[in-house]
């Protein structure tokens, strides 16, 4: 400031004077702090600095330490708040042969999985985003059903379905239905079942004869011989 002597013997203007640059304090980001160094009334004096962090599970997005500078009142922070975001564990991707639904990746989100027919679920159906960006569970594994089971539908179940009793999916694995059971060698049935045993009437001995040995089932055979003179 600049003041000059006059002929009445003052000077001009008003005695000077010199204030301190103070910057109005930060807000606090939600999901985080901000600590004011030397603040005082909300105000933070020239050359402090505004220090910011986040609450477990947020990420700082932005400058996390702003200094109050400039040359007139109020004084400015040397740039904007940052804030915080929630942690991003990433798209966990899809089971083969299987299926996610949920698509928000963020802190807490859960994502959920499922299998398709002939598979079964092998790990955890549901994981949430944790505060350390990552998931609670692995991706599970959709596995197809063994032979001679099998599993209709897109669920999350942990098992397949055990063929009917004496039928069988043969070598194939991964069957969606119940008809895919067929009934073994040595049973009639339809596909699916039931299967009921495949046995042949008990044939009389003939007069004069004997059974030497005999089985009625599939490919079995009945042997009689005649009696001595016959």
Avoid at 76 to 101: E, H, L
């Amino acid at each position: 400031a600049t003041r000059q002597c006059q002929s009445t013997d003052q000077w001009t203007s008003v005695a000077a004077s010199c204030a301190a640059i103070l910057c109005n304090n930060l807000p606090t980001p939600a999901n985080g702090q901000v600590v004011h160094g030397g603040t005082s009334g909300g105000k933070t004096p020239f050359g402090q600095k505004a220090t910011f962090s986040c609450n477990q599970g947020y990420v700082l997005q932005g400058m996390a330490v702003l200094t109050c500078e400039g040359d007139s009142l109020p004084g400015k922070f040397s740039g904007p708040p940052p804030t915080c975001a929630p942690v991003n564990c990433g798209d966990p991707g899809n089971p083969a042969n299987g299926a996610r639904s949920g698509s928000s990746f963020i802190l807490n989100q859960a994502v959920t999985f499922t299998c398709s027919p002939g598979h079964y679920l092998q790990g955890e159906e549901k994981s949430t985003c944790l505060h350390t960006g990552q998931w609670s569970h692995p991706k599970p594994i959709c596995q197809a059903c063994a032979v001679n089971t099998y599993k209709p539908g897109t669920n999350n179940a942990k098992s397949c379905t055990a063929c009917p009793p004496n039928s069988s999916t043969g070598t194939n694995t991964g069957a969606t239905i119940q008809t895919q059971c067929q009934c073994v060698r040595g049973y009639k049935g339809n596909p699916g079942g039931p299967c009921v045993l495949i046995q042949c009437p008990t044939l009389p001995v003939p007069t004069n004869g004997r059974q030497v040995s005999c089985g009625n089932k599939l490919d079995e055979k009945c042997v009689f011989d005649c009696n001595a003179g016959h």
